[in-house]
Structure formats: C-alpha cells, structure tokens
C-alpha cells in the first residue's frame, strides 16, 4: 500500500501538482491577467494598468489588463469569482462592486466572500467638474442656474444608484434644487466623450478620472466632495470651502477568487506594494490627483466590511424616505 501511494504521489509531482492548499513553487510561471471592470480610458482604468505595468517587474511575469465591462461592474468581478484560485486572474474592484452592486442584490451569485481582498490601493473624493464653455465659475453659480431651472440643468452620473448618483441626490436635497440627471452606466470614459460632444456642461466623478481633459484644458474642476483640497488641483473648491456637507468618493481594491493561496496572494501584495511606493508611481500619480491610499492584505477585508455595513445604512434610510428606490 505505501508503495502505491509513494508512486501516486511520484506521478503527481512528475506533473506539477501539489497538495491542496500548499505553496505554487513557480509562481509565477505564465501571465497574469488582471481584470478591469469598467471601459477603456477610463480613471480606473489608467490608474491599474500603471500600477500594474510597474508591479510586473518585481512579479516576475507579463501582467495584461483585461477590460469587462457591464453590471455596473459585476460582470467583470463576477468572473474573477469564478476563476480558478491560482493567483493567475487579478481584479480591480471598485465603489460599485463593493458597495452598489452587493447592495442592490444585482447577482443573485455576487457574494464578496468569494473573493480575497489583497489591498486598497488609492482612494480619492468625487468631484463636479465643467466644459470649458461651461457658464459656471463657482458652484454657487450652478446652484442658482438650478434653482432657476429646475430639473433642467443636465449633470452627468455614472449609474443610477451609484456614489455619484448618490452625491447628486445629496447635493440636491442639501440645496433644494433638482438637476436633470443623466446616467452614464460605462463609467467615466462615457463622461468625458459626454462632456468633449456637448451631451452634458456638468459631470460628477473623481478629478483623477478626467485628468487628461483637465489637464488639456477642454475641462475644470468646480468642487470636491471632500473636507480638505486636493494637493494637486489646489484651486478646486472643497465641499467644505462651499459651507457644503457632502461627501462622497471612490477607491480600489485588489482581489483574487477567494481559494488562492496565501504564499501567492502575498507574493501579489508585495509586487504592487513595492510598485505604489516606488517614484515611478508616486511622481506618475501626483499628476492625476488621485491619493496612494495603502491598506493591506491584514486588515482590508475589515475595512471593506466596515465601509459597506455604513453605507448600505446610508441607501437604506434614502429609500425609506422614499429619495431612491432599490
């Protein structure tokens, strides 16, 4: 009998199986794929693939981006939970797949315990920002169009339902006006197509996701939803600089399907740990006004559980008082 097994085990070892649970010797032996959940040009976006082309060199192994799209981003995280726990498919979660998408109960099959979170890796507030054509230099100048034109004033959100669909209904009850939201469910690479063709003058998401077009001169920055300015767009209003009290704002996550191995997932946690503390990044991401905002493998899954318990109390109180429904 025990020659048996030491000639199954001999076998299994001639071809590169190991026991559940135990260390992948040669990892990484191919590329990784790491799965975006929003479009193409896209803030997210920009800020994975750079993150990611820098952590390649200390993994060890070619690192691709794949964009899915859909769901508000569950179609793409959706399939990192149900890809093989091998440490070789990588997501970027976002607010929405760990916040909206969990709480309005899209995926019957979306549950968060299927994946293991490896790290937060920035964080960064939402903002409204204009065309350069557009006829408001300050939020107050918004504020009264609106007021004046009720519901007729277009802003750009990105999913009903999502933190700057939040925002806006926040903004809107805080000041007594009603905008005419408009829904752009791919994300921020809609927008800013939105804000460059005429759809919309006003759009609501991060200064970091239209940083180009800021930068460029086809946009500005209005107001943050934060408590402090952001250190890189230091002429933009906070909402605390407008006497204002919203908040909201965005980060993202690093996961894996929940079953990877640990010695994998901590080889992962130091490859882009070294990559968002490196000069390459930090000087690369002081130029888009989005905050490295590290929180580990350790202790993230807390955080995220602690975040999502407050604001899902948040969304409930809106749809009781009838504001939003889910």
Not at 33 to 51: Q, S
């Given at each position: ?157 990105q999913n009903i339902g999502s933190r700057t669909h939040l925002a806006l209904l926040q903004l809107q009850e805080e000041t007594g006006v009603t905008f005419n939201l408009i829904a752009y469910p791919g994300g921020a690479a809609l927008q800013k197509e939105a804000i460059l063709n005429g759809e919309v003058a006003v759009v609501a998401t991060s200064l970091g996701d239209l940083a180009g077009l800021i930068q460029g001169g086809d946009a500005r920055g209005l107001m943050e939803f934060s408590g402090t300015r952001n250190p890189t ?94």
């Amino acid at each position: 009998m025990l020659k048996k097994l030491a000639l199954v085990l001999a076998a299994a070892a001639s071809f590169g199986f190991t026991a559940p649970g135990s260390a992948f010797a040669e990892y990484p032996a191919r590329d990784i794929r790491v799965v975006v959940p929003w479009g193409a040009g896209g803030g997210t976006d920009g800020i994975v693939r750079k993150l990611t082309q820098i952590a390649e060199k200390s993994i060890g192994a070619s690192m691709y981006v794949e964009n899915i799209e859909g769901g508000i981003s569950a179609t793409g995280i959706a399939k990192v939970m149900k890809a093989k726990p091998d440490g070789y498919t990588i997501g970027a979660l976002t607010y929405d797949s760990v916040i909206t998408v969990p709480w309005q109960g899209l995926l019957p099959s979306y549950k968060m315990d299927k994946l293991k979170l490896i790290a937060r890796v920035t964080s960064e507030p939402d903002a409204l920002i204009v065309s350069k054509d557009a006829p408001y230099e300050t939020v107050k100048d918004l504020i009264a169009d609106a007021k004046a034109n009720p519901g007729k004033v277009k802003v750009g959100i990105q999913n009903i339902g999502s933190r700057t669909h939040l925002a806006l209904l926040q903004l809107q009850e805080e000041t007594g006006v009603t905008f005419n939201l408009i829904a752009y469910p791919g994300g921020a690479a809609l927008q800013k197509e939105a804000i460059l063709n005429g759809e919309v003058a006003v759009v609501a998401t991060s200064l970091g996701d239209l940083a180009g077009l800021i930068q460029g001169g086809d946009a500005r920055g209005l107001m943050e939803f934060s408590g402090t300015r952001n250190p890189t767009y230091e002429t933009v209003p906070s909402a605390a600089d407008e006497g204002l009290d919203v908040r909201m704002g965005s980060f993202i996550v690093l996961a894996v399907p929940a079953r990877t191995p640990d010695d994998v997932v901590a080889k992962i946690e130091g490859a882009y740990k070294a990559a968002l503390d490196g000069e390459e990044f930090q000087t690369w991401v002081a130029n888009v006004g989005v905050t490295p905002d590290w929180i580990g493998s350790a202790d993230v899954t807390g955080w995220s559980e602690e975040t999502s318990e407050v604001l899902f109390k948040q969304m409930d109180d809106l749809v009781a008082r009838g504001v939003i429904s889910k």
